[in-house]
Structures are given as C-alpha cells and as structure tokens.
C-alpha cells in the first residue's frame, strides 16, 4: 500500500477493556515488586458490577488481590459514581508448573511484530499516535474535572490520509464518550474543537482542516462496565500499532516477563526503533518468530517497505550480529522484573492504557536507541 486512509483507534483508562488490562497488569506488577522472580499471568473480565479475575502463578499471592482490583476499578473514574463496590471473583490455580518453567526454551510458538517510523517524535505511526493522543488529553480533562459532564468510558478514533505512506492529512476525527449529565453532541463537539484537538495534536506535522470531518457520538449513559464487558488484551491494536503494522494475535497484559509472546514484542520494537534512530531507514517493521522449545528465534526479518538507505538483507544481518534475541536474555537485558519494584510498585500498569510502543513518557527499556549507533 502506497496512498490510502487508516483509522486507529484509542481507549481510555475507563473503557471496561482497559480497565481489565490495567487490573492484569497491576497484579503482575503487585507479585513482581515482592519478588522479582514471581511467575504468574493474570486476566480478567468485567460486567456490570462484577469482576472475574483469573490468576494463574507459582505462589500465595503476597497481596489482597480484591482490594488492588476495586482500587483499579475506583481509579478508572468509577469511584464516585457507585454506592457500593463491585464484587469480585477470583479463580486463583498454584501450581508446581509455573515454578519449574523454562525461562530459556520458547513455551509456545510466537511470532511477534515491532515497527517504528519517522512519522511523530516517538516513532509511531500517525493514526495511533493521534488516537493517544487525544484519549490521553480527553482523560486528563475529565480528572481535572474540566469536563463535568464527561464519563470515564471513552475512545478516540483518527483517520490519516497517506500518500507514498508518509502522512499528509487528517482526514476524520470521532471521539465516543459515555456522559454524566445531558450535554447536546453539538455543544460538545465545539467544546473538542475548540478547547482539545488543538492541544493534544500539537507537536505532530498535520493539522485539522476545513475539510476534517469531526464527530462526537454520546454512548449509552454514563457507559462502562454497566453498559458493555471488558476483557483484558482485546485490544491488541490499541496496545501496539493501530493497524498500521501487522501484529501478533498474542495479549500483551497480565504476563510476566517470562512470555515469550510479551517480551518478543517489545524487542521486536526497540529493534525496529534502533533502525530508524540509524537512519538506516524511514520506516521499519521487524518479524521476529520462535518454535517451540527453541532458544532463539527461528527468523528475524526486516521489511523497509522501501524507504531502506541499504538493502533490507543488510540491515537484517547488522541486527542478528548485534541483539541477542534468546528466549532467556530478552528480559535480563531489558531488566524487566526489577523494573515494578524500582519504580514504586507500578510499571505494567501504566502501559495498559494509551499503548505499550512510544511510551517516552514511561522511558521502557524498549524504547532505547543506545544500540543505533552500532547498526550505523
């Protein structure tokens, strides 16, 4: 594809999807800050006032596992709009299973995607880096209590003109937001027109323009979990590149760092971001793939889609020379299981909301170019 349109899309920390990633991923964080070598997965779900939380790990959970979700909950924008808590369910399975797994041998067959491009400041394409953008902007209005009227369940979707696949123009803008008091569309249209879009999109090269087409849809009510379910990783497009790149089928949230389908996925970025600090090229995407029971990958290719200043054959040989892609090196180079207890107690989490790639904000390990200058 060469000149098209592409739509992503961006929830907020009150959708009832996020609200179960964050929830998976504070449980990861909460076993790895009392002990780095912790094995477990998390997942959950949510309806209405009910939370199912599915835990699958090598010990007694060292935390009240109903308080840390209700928080989570409460921290979503739900605490005050509810006269009780929500009930929690807990399927928790201990097994001997989860002590004695291999860190070194790939536990499942994998094939993990990473992309970056010169597109935005952090390397993401456009479509999803506006999405986020605006979700993010819309989020901290609503806490800052700016918004009144705007409930915690909210997505942005942006819609990108491209032409030889560089970004040219804004195409549509759509944001759909539960509401916590009457408000007309229109009125609250103006209101993101006028007082959102411009802030949260400024630093990026495009603008809106007379011919943008901008949307505001109210959901049902106030929305969230009493209005539709959650899942924790359904939504994989959100959490890496809005479509714009091919992507694994794998959840990223909930897993601890010994899932090669989580870790491969950030290595896979930090390769591809590496290629693009070098200038080896404008845009890249890398696949990086393992069978099971191997110790390292069984392919990593590397597609330019023709922006490479060298061949793609090339800068596929600089990056097997230079990263080490081992099953049981990913998460000790990246020092992923030290990083919840070294940063307060709460790392994964704040990746489940507002994507796991170009997390500048957050400085993951994965978003580090140090290695640039040796693809160079």
């Not at 995607?113 to 394409?125: D, K, S, V």
């Not at 899942?231 to 949230?253: E, F, H, M, P, V």
């Not at 030290?338 to 909301?353: E, K, M, N, Q, V």
Request: net charge negative; aromatic share 6%.
């Amino acid at each position: 594809m060469r000149n098209f349109v592409m739509t992503s899309g961006s929830a907020g920390e009150g959708h009832p999807d996020k609200i179960c990633d964050q929830i998976s991923d504070a449980m990861v964080d909460a076993f790895l800050a009392a002990d780095a070598d912790a094995r477990v997965v998390a997942e959950c779900a949510i309806a209405s006032d009910v939370i199912f939380l599915s835990l699958r790990t090598d010990r007694e959970p060292p935390f009240d596992t109903a308080a840390l979700a209700r928080r989570i909950f409460e921290a979503a924008g739900y605490g005050g709009q509810r006269r009780s808590q929500p009930t929690v369910m807990l399927d928790l399975v201990i097994g001997d299973g989860y002590a004695r797994r291999d860190r070194t041998h790939a536990s499942n067959m994998v094939t993990a995607i990473g992309h970056a491009c010169t597109h935005t400041p952090e390397c993401l394409a456009y479509p999803i880096w506006a999405a986020h953008r605006l979700t993010r902007g819309l989020d901290d209005l609503r806490r800052a209590g700016s918004a009144p009227w705007l409930g915690p369940d909210l997505q942005s979707q942006v819609a990108i003109e491209f032409q030889d696949r560089r970004p040219v123009r804004i195409a549509a803008i759509a944001v759909t937001a539960g509401l916590l008091e009457p408000v007309a569309s229109r009125e609250v249209q103006d209101y993101l027109s006028r007082d959102v879009f411009g802030a949260a999109l400024g630093g990026g090269s495009l603008a809106i323009d007379a011919g943008t087409r901008v949307v505001f849809v109210s959901g049902p009510g106030a929305g969230g979990p009493s209005a539709h379910s959650g899942l924790t990783g359904r939504k994989i497009a959100d959490d890496s590149y809005g479509g714009y790149a091919r992507q694994s089928t794998a959840a990223l949230s909930g897993k601890d760092p010994s899932r090669i389908d989580r870790i491969a996925a950030y290595a896979a970025r930090q390769i591809a971001r590496c290629v693009v600090a070098a200038r080896l090229a404008d845009e890249c995407e890398v696949q990086v793939s393992y069978l099971l029971g191997d110790t390292e990958p069984a392919s990593v290719e590397i597609d330019t889609f023709g922006s490479g200043r060298l061949p793609d054959s090339e800068i596929g040989d600089r990056v097997r020379r230079l990263f080490d892609l081992g099953v049981g090196t990913i998460e000790s180079r990246m020092n992923l299981r030290s990083l919840p207890a070294a940063r307060g107690g709460r790392f994964f989490r704040d990746l489940a909301t507002y994507g796991h790639m170009g997390r500048d904000d957050l400085d993951p390990p994965w978003e580090d170019t140090s290695q640039a200058a040796d693809l160079g």
